[in-house]
């Protein structure tokens, strides 16, 4: 049998929440909405669930509200819950308190409405999905069955099918781990020596459980760019400029040149990143093909250091581990491995010397490109031309307003993605500020569509 509901969403960590939420705010009339999650709490998903208690946002609380149009939203939150910062804008909350927070806010949605909204949260996983008359009909991994005529895929970051390139056959070995949340961190062997691989937000997490956990062994953070992410400061208005350039090396220069001209008025640099913020989708959208591709090869890594950044006191703590000798860094941009009975060796470089480990870390984050992720439902929409790649092969295209473009250049009708999977048109499609903007607009798109198909159906 195939239960039938208004519209299904596929997965539910903070992006799916966040349009879930947004749905029942903004339906008029009651609706039949379908979670599709597979974690038996919504709300949570790799950001704000797969941590420890020890983890916290990297962005202040007075500037992470998940409701578009109220910034206060989720200060007033830890207020009823009697968490009361002193400084909202250097008050860095546990991200599993966040998970509690969105799940609040899709409870307090529900509950406000004054339609007799149905939310449903099924714990299976989508595997493939295939249209049915005016319906899209999903298969979940139990074998069942629901359809609804409008999808939205809310994905998330993707797994990454393989481990980082070149060290592909690391996965043979019972020494490396390919997801740094599945760790036990507690039953390591406290003295055994470790490596992570990659510097950027998940290392920091992974190094991160490891110390708090104990660990005395040797730690060593193999990293393409030899740089951790920047540090936050304390909030300052964002530095107010319109950049005009369309190619990008032009708009590179228009960024010096403002950044020169904050440093004059002893503004950080900060401010001017933060400037540029509201400007990213439009001027992504206007660089050409070959721009782009030269912004993901060169610069990404540079850009995500500055753009993602950590809370101050955890930028402390890196650099007094590191003086501490609690780790070691080590620029190494090609690394090679081999795999040994009892342990993997790996070397920055074929002339320096090999490393013995016990462990070895995958930390290089997030996979954004769905032709290398770990996802049977993007493997069969795609191989059934339903997606195709973004732009330079990054996340799956889509339009302005979130509806999915199939691979013969036309949208696909009653899809539609949010978050992650958005980054290759819009570049910046990662952070809550931007997701709920577009929780925001997609559940007006998906409610009005839905009027207009009612009017069809009965007009």
């Not at 980082?164 to 062997?189: C, F, I, K, N």
């Amino acid at each position: 049998m195939t239960i039938r509901h208004d519209i299904i969403i596929v997965g539910g960590g903070a992006s799916g929440t966040l349009l879930a939420t947004q749905l029942l705010l903004q339906a008029t009339t009651a609706l039949r909405l379908c979670c599709v999650e597979p974690t038996p709490r919504l709300g949570a998903g790799l950001a704000y669930g797969r941590c420890s208690g020890n983890h916290v946002l990297n962005v202040p609380a007075n500037r992470i509200s998940a409701i578009a149009g109220d910034p206060g939203h989720f200060l007033d939150w830890l207020q009823s819950m009697h968490i009361v910062p002193e400084e909202p804008g250097n008050h860095y909350a546990r991200r599993q308190l966040y998970a509690d927070y969105l799940l609040a806010c899709l409870h307090q949605a529900q509950d406000a409405s004054q339609h007799d909204h149905q939310l449903v949260h099924v714990t299976q996983k989508a595997v493939s999905i295939a249209a049915a008359g005016n319906d899209w009909r999903l298969q979940l991994d139990s074998g069942e069955q629901l359809a609804a005529p409008r999808v939205a895929l809310a994905l998330g970051n993707l797994t990454a099918l393989t481990a980082p390139a070149g060290l592909e056959e690391l996965v043979q070995s019972a020494h490396y781990l390919h997801d740094p949340w599945r760790l036990p961190y507690t039953r390591l062997d406290a003295g055994s020596r470790v490596a992570i691989i990659g510097s950027g937000l998940t290392a920091v997490d992974a190094l991160y459980s490891l110390i708090k956990n104990g660990h005395q062994g040797s730690i060593e953070v193999f990293s393409r760019s030899g740089h951790w992410p920047e540090a936050q400061r304390m909030q300052r208005p964002a530095w107010r400029w319109q950049p005009s350039a369309t190619r990008l090396r032009p708009l590179l220069r228009e960024l010096r040149k403002e950044l020169a001209k904050a440093a004059a008025e002893n503004i950080p640099w900060h401010s001017v990143i933060d400037g540029l913020r509201p400007h990213t989708p439009a001027l992504w959208s206007a660089l050409p093909e070959t721009d782009k591709r030269s912004f993901w090869r060169h610069l990404a890594s540079r850009w995500n250091r500055h753009r993602h950044r950590l809370p101050p006191f955890a930028h402390e703590l890196l650099q007094q581990w590191e003086q501490n000798g609690q780790f070691t860094m080590l620029l190494a941009r090609n690394i090679e491995a081999r795999i040994d009975a009892d342990a993997i060796q790996l070397r920055r470089n074929h002339h320096a010397a090999w490393r013995s480990f016990a462990l070895v870390i995958n930390a290089t984050g997030p996979s954004c490109r769905p032709a290398q992720a770990d996802s049977q439902l993007l493997k069969q929409m795609h191989a059934d031309a339903l997606i195709r790649p973004g732009p330079c092969g990054v996340g799956i295209d889509n339009t302005a307003d979130g509806q999915i473009i199939g691979a013969t250049g036309t949208t696909t009708v009653g899809l539609y993605t949010i978050g992650p999977l958005r980054q290759g048109n819009l570049l910046e499609s990662t952070a809550i500020p931007e997701i709920r903007e577009q929780a925001s607009e997609l559940a007006a798109t998906m409610l009005v569509r839905s009027a207009l198909c009612d009017r069809a159906k009965h007009g």
